[in-house]
């Protein structure tokens, strides 16, 4: 039986980040994903292929209401260990490489598409299960995603981001 959700720590690091605001979530992750993965693969300043790894984060924001997503959605890969210190130059000007701060989260793993709809229903399941809490954020949120977008029952996860 696996846990309901966990709580887990990432270090301190370099990510390539892309942020779009398309119509539909996505639109703008898949868009997102595409430009990222040309600079993966060779759209880079050391002109090679830098490896992948996982998980591809996408971190997302309610309106106010806290009834549907903000257009901006924010694509995130974490650069590999060996271009931590130096990390390859984006050829596209859309991708920053950013350093983002230690992370605490608290995480549940769901199976499927990632679409508003689902996100904001897995979002909504987790709050039932948490019940009331001021630990973690309320507005921004970050769906982890380990495979492929094309496996149809991909792993994915939402993470719940904990206050500091």
Known sequence: EEAAYEERRYPAGKWACITKGEPMYEQSISMSFMKLMRYICKENSVGCYLGMTIPVINE??????????????????????????????????EINITERAPLRVITRVFYGMTTEETILREISLFWELLGSTDAVLRETYIVATYENPSI?????????????
């Open 60 to 93: 997302i924001h309610l309106t106010k209401e806290g009834t549907e997503l903000e257009r901006e959605v924010l694509t995130a890969y974490y650069l590999p260990g060996e271009f931590q210190q130096n990390p390859p130059v984006p050829m596209d000007p």
């Open 152 to 164: 149809p029952q991909r792993r994915n996860e939402i993470w719940f981001i904990c206050r500091a």
